[in-house]
Nanobody, 116 residues
Framework: QVRLVESGGGLAQAGGSLRLSCAAS????????MGWYRQAPGKQRELVAV???????NYADSVKGRFTISRDNAKNTVYLQLNSLTPEDTALYYC??????????WGQGTQVTVSS
């Protein structure tokens, strides 16, 4: 079994910052891509950022220059630094990991709320 546990969400003011963490645990060989997605009320889940095991990154246009994804392979952990937050960033943020050999796994989500 594989488990992803997110932490670090909360309430921030517009212009503020938050840092999300997601730690994977369980029985697996390694983790390939890790990513963050978000889902706002009434909207579909969307990709925020993804990082390969080697450290290559890709971001949604809406967060480029404001959010930074990173990972620690030794700790099976992925991070998302959220800067210059706006109310439009308010959403439930989910972690995703491609786990070898078991497949794609999701965390339970952590709420980010940005007040204006």
């Amino acid at each position: 079994q594989v488990r992803l546990v997110e932490s670090g969400g909360g309430l921030a003011q517009a212009g503020g910052s938050l840092r999300l963490s997601c730690a994977a645990s369980g029985s697996f060989f390694r983790i390939n891509d890790m990513g963050w997605y978000r889902q706002a009320p009434g909207k579909q889940r969307e990709l925020v950022a993804v990082i390969t095991r080697g450290g290559s990154t890709n971001y949604a246009d809406s967060v480029k220059g404001r959010f930074t994804i990173s990972r620690d392979n030794a700790k099976n952990t992925v991070y998302l630094q959220l800067n210059s937050l706006t109310p439009e960033d308010t959403a439930l943020y989910y972690c995703n990991a491609e786990v070898i050999p078991r497949g794609s796994y999701w965390g339970q989500g952590t709420q980010v709320t940005v007040s204006s």
